[in-house]
């Protein structure tokens, strides 16, 4: 069996280093050892710990993203509560990761910062959920499949946000809601209120 590439091998350790310690913590010297590479091999793949930070994001959990976009671009397949079941499920799974990583981005100002100039510069960002999910919502409310007064950005708030809280609010209760019951309940709650 040929060895994992050096980039794999970086990203799956940051992705165990910082769903276990923490993004603040996860030092590329940490993630470089556990890699099995050196920190100047880390550089040559990653410009900085958060662009580390934002490619195991976008590669490591969960793709809800991808799911958001392509459900935007072809509105009109599937039903209205299948596809809001699914967008949850994988909302819910996503943040369940995200969460215990980012937490600790707000433990240290210039960390955040740092990583928010990432986001930006990659175009990404918790926003962006929250704008492929509105552009769905607005599709399918121009198919007529969403009542025509429907504020599709409340909306699309509401389900990410909520999928979002229950990440948060549970981790400490060791009671999270379980996705395959929530994630429809959701869907079902949320269509009562924006289809006609």
Known sequence: MEPRPTRVRILDAAHDLMRTAGLARATTKE??????????????????????FVEVLMERLPRLTPLLGSLAAEPGQGTLEENLTEIARQACLFYDESFPIAASLYA?????????????EKGAGPHVPIDLLDAYLRAERALGRIAPDTDTFAAASL??????????????????????????RLARTLLAGITA
Do not use: V, W
């Not at 809280?165 to 549970?170: D, E, I, K, M, P």
């Open 31 to 52: 993630i470089a050892k556990a890699a099995g590479c050196s920190e100047a091999a880390l550089y040559k793949h990653f410009d900085s710990k958060e662009d580390l």
């Open 159 to 184: 389900l990410l946000g909520a999928c979002a809280q229950r990440a948060f609010a549970y981790e400490a209760a060791d009671q999270r809601p379980d996705t395959a019951t929530f994630a429809p």
């Open 108 to 120: 240290e100002n210039s960390l955040k910062r740092r990583h928010d100039q990432a986001m930006r």
